[in-house]
């Protein structure tokens, strides 16, 4: 290891202690907890048959998609994910009902029920999707980057990926070309430890995959992806980095699902040790809740008014999703092209 | 002993090229590796060095000259101290059979007026040009970029190079290099890039080198740019052309001679437009650019060079999903696109002087088929070719057959056929090379059979 990435691993020790004030910090301990408990959902709705296909749930990785956009510029700032992007469009503040009745294959989902669980957009919000196809969308995102930089409009395009995704081809062809030109893009590494059933150490030859971009002089941090308030300071320096003109950031966040690859995953591949320990070690809504009260932002009277709060926002967004009527048959040939 | 010099090939389509300048002069001592002189085509600029050494003794196409065949005895290089005025100048070779493959000889029968006047376009009556379609293309580009700054273009070797065809020319001269944009050898990435950046609002031109090295970001060509319109709900438009050459060029075998109409045509949430002449590269084009869909626009190197009359006005475009009638006719329909719509045209006029009248459909959209447009003339004619470059399974002219069927089965007096290329690999000799092809032999004797003659 270079002295250089000695030095920015050393920026994951620092972790935290940005201070944002109590009243954001309980913003994120809320916009956590929303995604948690409505992928809880959407795990039951799946269970019960109403959401069928693939369906990929971001169950603790929460702190990675809510810190980067505590640091992003909302108004200007553009996000692209993959399949596992149910986290970004609620952090991106889109609506848990139209996200849930999408998965639901509904007519009041955000792709009126012709994307399902992993092609779901919204331009109003910035979001860009949600790509089924693994590594797809860093080239994707990576243009995204260079229309805000022809535009000259300011953004970033935040641009996430897995581990697994980060073996692609594409990946690569990406970094050069926003090295090369300077984009504007964060790129976000959710390493969540196995691409599918298959862990890093056995897919990847160097397991740093923030220095991935070394080879393109991009340069990149190792990230507590379960510490809100990291990924939240170490998102700010990034897209500062990329904002002022000095190209593309690459962002390595260690974090952890706690759900298989899919509902389908019986998850062999990992023990329940495993599991149980990151959850009751590092869970990032835990830690969040620490820091909640830590801050004073609130009391347990409080939290419990949270929590309420987000289950009935939850529950209303399955409820829409039940009674939003399936798509008009007339729907199977709209949308294949627009009207020159 | 003295040794001709003819005059060089610089690339496997190159016919014909001007003598730009001599940089010897009769008399000089040569050695082998010293620059003779510079051959200039429309494309690019080279040298001709010496393979010979021994003196200049005589140099028979002078500097300046246009139009000199591949082939033709250029200059003489003499041994030391040997006269070389009496030496006889050898007739010029003929022009590299490679083209011949995809350019069939003239037909060797007399001449006749043919058997229906021309159908000039409809809509446009103004004045013409007389463009190349790389001209055209670039021209295409050129108008909407001024217009729309948006618009941008990017590809390998677009900017400085000025086109790997030369379609570029000029483009970053007037637009610079925000505009226009040398990418890396990377086109899955570079493809990624350019639908991204039509989702963020710009108006893309990617360039492919040739469509063969298009596969590699196939994935984005058919998932990213073709269904995320579908997947979104309609929210997610993705106006952006991407365009290059495609089909059979010359001498290059297999991995860069194949013709992709029929993969693109496949794909619901693109279009596919294939230009024959310098007016459909044009207004095809201009029509592609300002599409709010993907659209897949197919070149062909062999036409870059060929020239055409081209509306000069700026404002005309041709619509994407309508096909063009190039020569009426009322007893075969020969439908094809590209740069086999010429050599339908060839066979028109062979058939004519045997008293068949053949209609000759350029398709121009290959996605949307214009069906009208073929199904009225078949209920015209009653007989139907279909001539591509293209594999015959799952092809154009299976679409074509298909659709036939379809719409007018009961207007059929014969079955359809197909003219293809040959379901190979293409192979690198030249016999072999011609064998795939479709040839004007293979038109005529197909609309002949399905005129039971």
């Known amino acids: ?340 | 002993m003295s040794n001709q010099v003819l005059m060089p090939a610089l690339s496997p389509t190159m016919t014909e090229g001007t003598l730009a300048k001599w940089l010897k002069s009769e008399g000089d001592t040569v050695q082998s590796g010293d620059v003779l002189a510079e051959i200039e085509t429309d494309k690019a600029t080279m040298e001709l060095e010496a393979v010979d050494e021994g003196v200049l003794g005589k140099i028979i196409v002078a500097e300046g000259t246009e139009g000199v065949a591949v082939n033709t005895p250029i200059a003489i290089i003499s041994e030391e101290g040997e006269d070389v005025s009496a030496v006889e100048v050898s007739a010029p070779a003929p022009a590299p059979k490679a083209e011949a493959a995809a350019e069939p000889e003239p037909v060797a029968t007399q001449p006749v007026a043919p058997s229906a006047a021309p159908i000039t376009e409809d809509a446009y009556t103004g004045q013409t040009v007389t463009l190349t379609v790389r001209e055209a293309l670039r021209d295409a580009m050129a108008e909407e970029m001024r217009s729309d700054e948006n618009i941008f273009l990017m590809g390998e070797e677009v900017a400085e190079y000025q086109g790997a065809y030369k379609i570029s020319q000029g483009l970053l001269e007037e637009f610079g290099g925000r505009r226009v944009i040398d990418t890396p050898i990377t086109e899955h990435g570079f493809t990624g890039l350019g639908v991204g950046a039509a989702f963020g609002g710009l108006r893309p031109i990617v360039e492919f080198m040739t469509f063969n090295f298009a596969m590699q970001a196939m994935d984005h060509l058919i998932n990213s740019a073709a269904k995320t319109l579908y997947m979104s709900g309609g929210q997610m438009g993705c106006p952006i052309v991407f365009r290059g050459a495609n089909g059979a060029a010359a001498g290059v075998a297999a991995q860069h001679s194949q013709c992709y109409a029929s993969w693109y045509a496949h794909v619901p949430g693109l279009k596919v437009v294939s230009p024959y002449s310098g007016e459909d590269a044009k207004g095809l084009l201009k029509s592609a650019i300002r599409d709010p869909n993907p659209v897949i626009f197919l070149e062909n190197e062999i036409l870059y060079g060929q020239s055409f009359e081209v509306p000069d006005d700026s404002d005309f475009t041709v619509p994407i999903g309508k096909a063009k009638i190039e020569r009426e006719g009322t007893d075969v329909t020969i439908i094809s696109y590209s740069i086999m719509v010429g050599l339908a045209l060839e066979a028109a006029e062979a058939l004519a002087s045997e008293g068949i009248s053949a209609e000759v459909i350029n398709l121009r959209s290959i996605r949307p088929l214009d069906i009208d447009t073929i199904v009225t003339s078949i209920k015209k004619t009653n007989r139907v070719v279909s001539v591509e470059e293209g594999w015959p399974v799952a092809g154009i002219g299976s679409e074509i057959a298909a659709i036939t069927m379809e719409h007018a089965f009961d207007y059929l007096d014969a079955p359809v056929r197909r003219v293809c290329g040959e379901d190979v690999p293409m192979p690198y000799a030249k016999n072999l090379e011609a064998a795939v092809l479709p040839n004007l032999d293979k038109v005529v004797t197909a609309a002949k059979a399905v005129c039971y003659r």
Not at chain 1, 16 to 42: G, H, T, V, W
Not at chain 1, 60 to 89: F, K, L
Not at chain 1, 147 to 167: I, L
């Open chain 1, 1 to 340: 290891m270079t002295k250089e990435t000695k030095k920015r691993k050393s920026t994951k020790k620092s972790a935290a202690k940005s201070a944002a004030n109590p009243e954001d910090i309980l913003k994120y301990y809320k916009d956590m907890l929303l995604i948690r408990r409505f992928e809880e959902k959407a795990g039951q709705l799946y269970g019960m048959g109403l959401i069928q296909g693939f369906c990929h749930l971001y169950i603790g990785q929460e702190a990675v998609v809510v810190g980067m956009q505590a640091a992003a510029n909302n108004e200007v700032d553009t996000v692209i994910t993959s399949y596992r992007d149910h986290g970004h469009m609620l952090a991106s503040d889109m609506d848990p009902k139209g996200v849930m009745a999408e998965l639901t294959g509904r007519s009041g989902g955000y792709s009126k029920g012709k994307g399902g669980s992993m092609h779901m957009f919204s331009r109003e919000k910035n979001f860009f999707g949600g790509h089924g196809i693994v590594g797809a969308q860093v080239p994707i995102g990576t243009g995204l980057g260079f229309a805000h930089k022809y535009k000259e409009d300011g953004g970033v395009c935040m641009a996430y990926f897995g581990d697994g995704a980060s073996n692609q081809g594409q990946v690569f062809e990406s970094f050069n070309m926003a090295a090369l030109w300077k984009l504007p893009v964060v790129y976000v590494i959710e390493n969540n430890r196995y691409g599918m059933g298959t862990s890093v150490s056995r897919a990847s030859a160097v397991k740093e995959l923030y220095s991935r971009g070394a080879a393109f002089g991009i340069p990149g941090d190792s990230v507590d992806g379960m510490d809100v308030l990291a990924v939240k300071e170490a998102g700010e320096k990034a897209l500062e980095h990329a904002r002022s003109g000095k190209g593309p950031y690459i962002l390595g966040m260690q974090t952890y699902r706690y759900r298989g690859h899919s509902m389908s995953d019986p998850a062999k591949y990992r023990s329940r040790e495993e599991v149980s320990k990151v959850r009751s070690e590092r869970d990032p809504i835990d830690r969040a809740r620490q820091y909640v009260l830590d801050a004073k932002a609130t009391d347990e009277d409080g939290l419990k008014q949270i929590d309420g709060d987000v289950k009935a926002i939850v529950s209303d967004a399955a409820d829409f999703s039940q009674q939003s009527p399936e798509p008009e048959l007339s729907e199977l040939y709209t949308d294949i092209l627009i009207e020159a």
